[in-house]
């Protein structure tokens, strides 16, 4: 594992209390520059999966580096590379989720970070309108 601006995943997974085994142990590599979807039933764990890897859900079991930082240890290094965090904290909006996911690609595929707020952003407002 450990190469910058990829995403690795070793037997990931995400059980609720008293609930279901959403990710069930996912392996994926995914290369800078790889377009990288997934597809599936509701309920198969997709969004689940995407959260993890943008740390806003821990995962139970397994590894994760986003970009050379695992999403455990590392969450802080995740998020900053992506955004800035508001102070405080807080909630997070669907909107903020949205940037994190859109940043934490654009990362990814190693695009400078203007260019892909810019996208964000014209994307965003061609959705609200």
Do not use: H, W
């Amino acid at each position: 594992m450990e190469r910058a601006n990829s995403i690795e995943v070793e037997g990931l997974v995400r059980e609720f209390k008293k609930g279901p085994r959403a990710v069930d142990g996912i392996d994926l590599r995914v290369e800078p520059g790889e377009i990288y979807g997934f597809l599936g039933p509701n309920g198969a764990g997709k969004s689940t999966t995407v959260l993890m890897l943008t740390t806003l859900l821990p995962p139970t079991a397994g590894t994760a580096r986003v970009g050379g930082y695992d999403v455990v240890k590392d969450g802080p290094k995740v998020r900053s590379r992506d955004r800035r965090r508001a102070a405080g904290g807080g909630a997070r909006s669907d909107a903020d989720r949205d940037a994190t996911i859109c940043a934490c690609s654009r990362r990814c595929r190693g695009s400078p970070r203007a260019r892909a707020q810019a996208a964000f952003a014209g994307a965003a407002s061609t959705a609200s309108a």
